[in-house]
């Protein structure tokens, strides 16, 4: 799998299972809505060590980039409130910065 789709992945579980989080308890919808939220966050977890960066620091920098991009298609897609042109600047350039952390060369 490939770190992009990694990131994919963990974002949807990430923000799916915060999202469920603010259906219980922002919305007052019924507890289990929890229940699904921590397993959302596991998977979460899980993914994200699938990451084929080698330092974790380094992994999650780089995703915070990808994490913001699928809040934004969420945004849309979930709550229908079409993102703005600001924040597809701020996305853009967020996607920029994990694509520097991710694919620049390193020295040895």
Do not use: K
């Not at 920098?61 to 600001?86: F, K």
Request: contains cysteine; aromatic residues 16%; charged residues 10%.
């Amino acid at each position: 799998m490939t770190t992009f789709a990694v990131y994919l992945g963990a974002a949807l579980a990430e923000i799916g299972g915060c999202f469920a989080f603010w259906m219980w308890l922002r919305l007052g919808r019924a507890s289990w809505w929890g229940f699904i939220g921590t397993i959302s966050l596991v998977i979460f977890g899980m993914l994200l060590t699938r990451s084929e960066v080698a330092f974790a620091g380094r992994a999650y920098a780089a995703y915070g980039g990808v994490y913001i991009m699928a809040s934004l298609l969420w945004l849309w897609a979930v709550e229908s409130m079409l993102p703005d042109r600001w924040d597809m600047v701020g996305a853009g350039m967020c996607l920029a910065g994990a694509a520097v952390i991710l694919w620049v060369p390193r020295g040895g």
